[in-house]
């Protein structure tokens, strides 16, 4: 497969998993992965013969370029080595931690800043070869921050874009990164550089006048010779999907079949993570066991149920935080559940989308209360999973999702008694408000998608 693109995504991951292939015994087939940004930029993909740059996620040789769903994906490769440093070591123990408050203390490795100075350039790289005279470029996430500058000093003609997932720290905290001034010369090589928040834009701009003394005019900064703009473009989510999903009789069936295997609980509250330690999971199963214990809540009228995705295994934090997760369930389950009625059904394990619209469907009070998050998809997923109107969100004003979704039932999450008394207010709401509620809040979904994101997004890019 030969040929340039005119537009080309980079991002740390391919939007693809290798699964086994039915159609032959043993053998082995990619398939799209499910999620929001590959299904918002899969159009503009097809229509614009576009690349996907990424690591396919296995360690070793990359395999050679392939199509999926119409879409061309460049293999990039990673040894184990490199998954240890660059992807482990400085971007899940030094950037996520340090970009996330230090809810967890970064770790800060010359080592692990060395291998995610040759990744990013290995990713660069492939973006320079792939990418069409004048192209657009997209590079994604905290990973590839170096990308933006190494690409344009090979290729000046391109239009280059940066999006941030996650938050972007305030000057206190980004300044003590080893790596402070190349990170954010890194950044500057973008025309255009994609926060979830305003704030986090806000903390780019001042950065690039305090650490590179760069002249600042509101959103833009002025970098050699060039302008480069900082603005929030909050991500969103598939509605459309979700829609289907939830209304898809199957998946009502589903729901009810749930709260059925639940033992029929009045009141059924749900938490859905990644395993990490900024999602606030400790802080959320804490206070369910407050409330518990003052006989506020009582099982087996009142159940939880708590998925958390296996993420980051090899990393220490994450180790730990397993730990401590699992003892808090055994815990509560010890003090307060009964032979058959556990009061937190926790499942360590990754759910399909199916039956993640089941739980959504099903729950009457879904539990979001990061310490920080860039946006928070789950909180904007429950929302657009409940076209029935039912349901009540608890949402941490900490995640970027919370200032959309102002009709949640918000709360801080370090405050234990501020997090109990949400949680008993949205068990407790009145139905004709909690519909109320939601109903703004979707209203505000359906305007805002993941495909309006893009748009606004890659829009601006072509305007600059
Ligand atoms: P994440 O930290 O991964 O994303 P989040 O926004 O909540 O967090 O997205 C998680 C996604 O994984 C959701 O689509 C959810 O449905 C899915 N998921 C969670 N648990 C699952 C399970 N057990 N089984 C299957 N799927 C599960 C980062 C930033 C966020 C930002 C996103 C997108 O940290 O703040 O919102 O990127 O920009």
Known sequence: MTGRSSFVVVAN?????????????????????????????????????????????????????????????????????????????????????????????????????????????????????????????????????????????????????????????????????????????????????????RLAAQNFVRLAHHVLGCPVSGSVIEYEDRRVKAAAFPISIDVGEIDRLADNPLIRTRAEQIRTELGEPKTMILGVDRLDYTKGIEHRLKAFRELLAEGRLTVPETVMVQVATPSRERVEHYQALRVKVEREVGRINGDYGRVGVPAVHYLHQSYSRSELAALYRAADVMMVTPLRDGMNLVAKEYVAARADAGGALVLSEFAGAASELRQAFLCNPHDLDAVKDSLLRAVHVDPDEARKRMSIMQRHLRRNDVAHWARSFLTELGSL
Not at 141 to 167: S, W
Request: net charge neutral; hydrophobic share 45%; proline share 10%.
């Open 13 to 197: 991951r391919l939007p693809v998993d290798e699964v086994p292939d039915e159609e032959r015994a043993g053998g082995r087939r990619w398939r799209r992965s499910p999620g929001g940004l590959v299904t918002a930029l899969h159009p503009v993909l097809v229509q614009r013969d576009g690349t996907w740059i990424g690591w396919a996620g296995s360690a070793g040789p990359a395999p050679a370029p392939f199509m999926v769903d119409g879409i061309r994906l460049h293999p990039v490769p990673l040894d184990a080595d490199e998954i240890a440093r660059y992807y482990e070591g400085m971007s899940n123990s030094t950037i996520w931690p340090l970009y996330h408050d230090a809810v967890e203390p970064p770790i800060f490795r010359r080592r692990w800043a060395a291998s995610y100075r040759e990744v990013n350039a290995r990713f660069a790289e492939a973006a320079a070869q792939v990418a069409a005279p004048n192209a657009t470029v997209w590079v994604q996430d905290y990973q590839l921050q170096l990308v933006p500058a190494m690409l344009r000093q090979q290729r000046p003609d391109l239009r280059i874009g940066f999006f941030l997932h996650i938050p972007f720290p305030p000057i206190e905290l980004f300044m003590q990164l080893p790596q402070r001034a190349e990170i954010m010369r890194g950044l500057l090589g973008a025309d255009l550089v994609g926060f979830q928040q």
